[in-house]
């Protein structure tokens, strides 16, 4: 869908979280939404007052998308052994939801690092900022980091801090990143 927008109607009432303040907002049944950005688990629409707002994966369903494991989870499978690269691949399923970038790539991931635990499993330890301090959608983003470390295998714990020291800037940005944004 990259480069155009559709517009659908709601078959369901659903609550989506209002960018970038982070407050929840309900849809109703046969609200028509334009569908802005479709990545990793959760999708951004445009609401018809003008609204920008994220849905996550599982009310994506009200707009009759499919609802499809994330690649992260499909990417690992029972038996395999932890590896933190499992991780990082997990994290770039999750999106900013105004820019069309991975959080990983948007430089947002401070910190990502296993603590092996005496049952054999990991902690995954993530520190992770937002582009501004005041950025409602930070214990969202948080919530995302967290779902999707959990979801690979070896990983039973999860602990996601946001911290703002040092302080985002452009210079965090991936070379990948800024070639989509069209900064190199």
Known sequence: MPGSYST????????AI????????????????????????????????????RLN???????GLA????????????GELFDLDEVIAALKNVFDPEIPINVVDLGLIYRCEAVPLP??????????????????????LKADADTAARAVVGVSDVRVELVWDPPWGLERISDAARLQLGML
């Open 57 to 63: 994966a599982a009310d994506s369903t009200a707009m």
């Open 18 to 53: 209002v960018i970038p303040g982070g407050q929840p907002i309900e849809l109703r049944r046969g609200e028509r939404v334009i569908v802005t950005q479709t990545l990793g688990d959760s999708v951004t629409v445009q609401t018809e007052v003008g609204y920008l707002v």
């Open 67 to 78: 609802d499809a494991p994330s690649p992260a989870a499909a990417a690992t499978g029972a």
């Open 8 to 15: 659908v109607e709601l078959d369901r009432d659903c609550v």
């Open 119 to 140: 049952d054999g499993a990991n902690r995954i330890e993530i520190d992770m900022s937002m582009t501004a301090p005041g950025c409602g959608m930070g214990d969202i």
